[in-house]
């Protein structure tokens, strides 16, 4: 069995910052891709940052330049450092990862999401 915990959202202002851990356990083989997803109210679920198990990132263009996606292999761990947070970044966001729990099989994995709120 296999659990992603994320961790590190809350309440914060505009313009302030936020870091969101995720914590992979388990029957784990090894982890390829890791991201970040985030789902406001009324909206479809939307990818924010991906990192390859190679260190290659990419961002949704809402995100360029504020949020950085980083992970330790060593840990099983993904980071999410956003800063210049504004109101529309208000979401759950979503720890995903597609992890190998054998050499023949790899699923994809979610967290429990925590809530972003930015707001004055």
């Known amino acids: 069995q296999v659990q992603l915990v994320e961790s590190g959202g809350g309440l914060v202002q505009p313009g302030g910052s936020l870091r969101l851990s995720c914590a992979a356990s388990?029957?784990?083989?090894?982890?390829?891709?890791m991201g970040w997803y985030r789902q406001a109210p009324g909206k479809q679920r939307e990818l924010v940052a991906a990192i390859t198990s190679g260190g290659s990132t990419n961002y949704a263009d809402s995100v360029k330049g504020r949020f950085t996606i980083s992970r330790d292999n060593a840990k099983n761990m993904v980071y999410l450092q956003m800063n210049s947070l504004k109101p529309e970044d208000t979401a759950v966001y979503y720890c995903?990862?597609?992890?190998?729990?054998?050499?023949?099989?790899?699923?994809?994995?979610w967290g429990q999401g925590t809530q972003v709120t930015v707001s004055s």
């Open positions: 995903n990862a597609n992890i190998r729990t054998s050499y023949f099989k790899a699923v994809d994995y």
């Open positions: 388990g029957s784990i083989f090894t982890i390829n891709g």
